[in-house]
């Protein structure tokens, strides 16, 4: 459900090279979450980075609320940039998975294929040598 993939890039590169993929691909980049920071300025000792980039792709999200408006719950697509173990990896929540656990409906099943397919497409881009 969940894919990751290690970057061979530090992680100020990574989130810089993920930030330049999500509109090269024709999505938009709605929101980061510094989860670092945030936890830290609230006084909890996080020491990994970690930062959580809403990504969306206008198109498709309307398709998905039109069948559903509930499932704007599950949007927009998230993608996160983390440390763990002296690595930098990059991670999302399969679109497909996601929505299987949501609906049977085939037009749904559809746009996420193609979501995700996009979704690999950026990730790759960012974790690219």
Known sequence: MIDE?????????????????VPANGFGLLHT???????????????????????CNPK?????????????NALPCRIAVYERDGKVIVSMIRPTAMLSM???????????????QTMNRIIEETVSA
């Open 60 to 72: 498709r999200a309307a398709e998905v609320l039109a069948v559903r408006m509930d499932l704007a």
């Open 5 to 21: 993939h290690h970057s061979p890039h530090d992680f100020e590169t990574t989130c810089q090279r993920l930030s330049d993929a």
């Open 33 to 55: 979450h510094d989860i670092h920071g945030t936890l830290n300025a609230k006084g909890v000792d996080f020491a990994p980075q970690c930062r959580v980039f809403e990504v």
């Open 102 to 116: 949501l609906s049977d409906d085939a037009a749904l099943t559809n746009v996420a294929t193609e979501v995700e």
